[in-house]
């Protein structure tokens, strides 16, 4: 940057999509844009929309997959970068922390999920001598 360039404009507001995009709460713009539009992420209590403005001091409520996040908006930033500068874009509320941290370990705790299986030779035979069962 030489002494003629003037050093860039200060950010004001922000896309929701966007600054979802480059805080790392989702991958592409257009999962941000697919959380906003089903009614995952909430700005200030209110339903949000991609192209709603943000701004510092914000309050957003994002909810992705078992995940529910309550944070307040530290910063902005227009390009999508490391990890570390991407949490200094927020800050969580110690109530969400709280809360996410007692469901990790609740979800720790049950163990894995059982997988979903095709029902085996016996188990159709079975399932099918039901259903002769209910037509008597």
Same mark, same amino acid.
């Not at 510092?56 to 994002?62: E, F, H, K």
């Given at each position: 940057m030489n002494a003629r360039t003037p050093p860039p404009p200060a950010i004001a507001g922000q896309r929701l999509d966007v600054w979802l995009w480059a805080a790392r709460f989702f991958k592409t @713009? $257009? #999962?941000a844009k697919q959380a906003i539009e089903g009614g995952k992420v909430e700005v200030n209590g209110a339903a949000g929309k /991609? *192209? @709603?403005t943000v701004h &510092? =001091? +914000? &309050? %957003? !409520?994002?909810a992705r997959g078992e995940e529910r996040f309550e944070v307040e908006l530290a910063g902005l930033c227009a390009q999508r970068g490391p990890a570390g500068i991407a949490r200094q874009l927020y800050r969580e509320t110690p109530a969400s922390l709280a809360t996410r941290t $007692? $469901? *990790?370990? %609740? @979800? @720790?705790?049950? =163990? /894995?999920a059982a997988p979903a299986r095709r029902p +085996?030779? !016996?188990a159709r035979r079975l399932i099918r $001598? #039901? =259903?002769d069962l209910d037509m008597l």
């Open positions: @713009r $257009a #999962l /991609p *192209a @709603r &510092v =001091g +914000d &309050v %957003l !409520r994002i $007692a $469901a *990790a370990e %609740l @979800r @720790r705790m049950q =163990g /894995p +085996d030779k !016996r $001598a #039901l =259903g």
